[in-house]
């Protein structure tokens, strides 16, 4: 990731000990190779720690380009563009708008200019938030709020430790979650694709990870007629919600019923798996 794509840094020891202690948004915390894990550096590990906060050992060369000339102390913390929030928060949304959940998450999505994009196309598709992994995801940097051309003050981005868990919660919680992948194996406009659904797209030149893809309810593909073999991930992601948006003024007509399948699409749905 380029400097300027970076988070906002917070520099010094004190600083990001006491960002942390304040539960302000920090996406991750960068630590100087061999720098003395005792004192207050060892306070801060231990906060991340507690507070699920990623800690990234890097080269203190790193962290004078992040610094600018400033002090750094071997410590440096990004803090997002933007408070982050649960998955739990994003069916809270949709629960007090009367609404059946529509998600979409990223498996892998690393391009803050690619993860803007999809937080743009999500609020104007009407979907609750947007779900992202800890590890392996652009955090919501100054480019990533450019990108999104102000949809990230309006649209929920949670951040999931593990994505496979997460999606796992959902199915629980009735949502049906459907992948998207070029060897899928049905079209994703001859599918019934409204809410209650979690749509999951993968990393750019990657896919969707096999542990991701084996707990999707179903996976579709989006058919290609060129040479190209692939989309980019914000133009698919794009196809995909706009195609559930389709089918909402139909979801909602129905009330929200949720009892194992959609009124109307049980045929269209494979079994849930126990």
């Not at 005792?38 to 990234?56: C, K, P």
């Given at each position: 990731m380029?400097a ?9 020891r004190?600083?990001?000990?006491e ?46 380009t992040?610094?600018r ?5 071997g410590v ?27 998600l ?16 743009r196309?999500?609020e ?14 652009a ?5 990533v709020a ?7 003050a309006?649209c929920?981005?949670a ?13 629980a ?35 969707l990870?096999r ?26 992601a794009?196809l ?12 909602a ?11 109307g699409a ?9």
């Amino acid at each position: 990731m380029a400097a300027e794509d970076a988070p906002a840094p917070l520099l010094g020891r004190r600083a990001v000990l006491e960002a942390l202690r304040a539960g302000r948004p920090v996406s991750r915390v960068l630590v100087a190779g061999g720098a003395d894990a005792r004192g207050s550096l060892g306070e801060i590990l231990h906060e991340a720690h507690v507070r699920r906060v990623v800690v990234q050992t890097v080269d203190r060369r790193r962290l004078d380009t992040l610094a600018r000339g400033l002090v750094h102390q071997g410590v440096a913390a990004l803090v997002a563009a933007a408070p982050l929030a649960t998955v739990d928060d994003l069916l809270r949304r949709a629960r007090d708008r009367g609404e059946a959940p529509f998600l979409i998450a990223l498996d892998g999505v690393e391009d803050p200019h690619n993860l803007g994009a999809v937080i743009r196309t999500a609020e104007a598709a009407g979907a609750h938030g947007v779900i992202i992994p800890r590890r392996r995801a652009a955090g919501l940097s100054p480019a990533v709020a450019r990108a999104s051309a102000g949809a990230l003050a309006h649209c929920l981005v949670a951040q999931a430790g593990n994505l496979v868990a997460a999606l796992g919660h959902l199915k629980a919680q009735g949502v049906w979650v459907v992948g998207a992948d070029p060897a899928g194996g049905e079209r994703y406009d001859e599918v019934s694709l409204a809410p209650p659904v979690a749509l999951v797209v993968g990393g750019e030149g990657r896919g969707l990870h096999r542990l991701v893809r084996e707990r999707c309810d179903r996976v579709v593909r989006i058919p290609l007629r060129g040479v190209v073999a692939s989309l980019n991930v914000s133009v698919a992601a794009a196809l995909l919600l706009f195609e559930v948006a389709r089918h909402l003024p139909a979801a909602a007509a129905g009330g929200g019923a949720r009892a194992g399948a959609r009124p109307g699409a049980a045929s269209a749905r494979p079994a849930r798996e126990s």
